[in-house]
């Protein structure tokens, strides 16, 4: 089954997902607390032990995972934390529109933007040179 594309299993970053597919349960599994850490999937009946190797966790945000299963937050190990930056740099840069040659940061001349002190003295001296040469 497949999830959401803007759902992000830790399991599938982390490269724990085997050569096949398990399933991941979504909002439609209603998944029932049977007790302790253990959760069942009425859709499939499979169970879910809900602790440091859940492979329901989504990302949550930058720290934390959800676990779909049980909906507890776990905080994220600094190895998580790592490949969760790696995967959102890669989403990133799939995304931008931007050019990608190395010197789209540089501002425009023609642009309108206020000039740098830089800017202002010398159009001051070229202006003072014209007078001059008036």
């Known amino acids: 089954m497949s999830a959401p594309a803007n759902v992000v299993y830790l399991s599938t970053i982390l490269g724990l997902d085997g050569p096949i597919p398990v399933h ?29 190797n859940c492979n329901q966790r989504i990302l949550y945000d930058n720290h934390s995972s959800l676990c779909r299963a049980s909906r507890q937050i776990f905080p994220l190990s600094p190895a998580e934390e790592q490949a969760v930056r790696g995967v959102r740099r890669k989403l990133d840069a799939e995304n931008s529109n931007a050019p990608t040659d190395s010197c789209s940061f540089k501002r425009r001349r023609d642009a309108q933007f206020h000039p740098s002190p830089f800017e202002r003295s010398s159009a001051v001296v070229n202006l003072q040179q014209m007078e001059l040469n008036w």
């Open 24 to 52: 991941k349960c979504d909002c439609k599994c209603q998944n029932e607390h049977v007790f302790g850490n253990m959760y069942r999937c009425r859709l499939t009946g499979l169970t879910h032990i809900c602790d440091k």
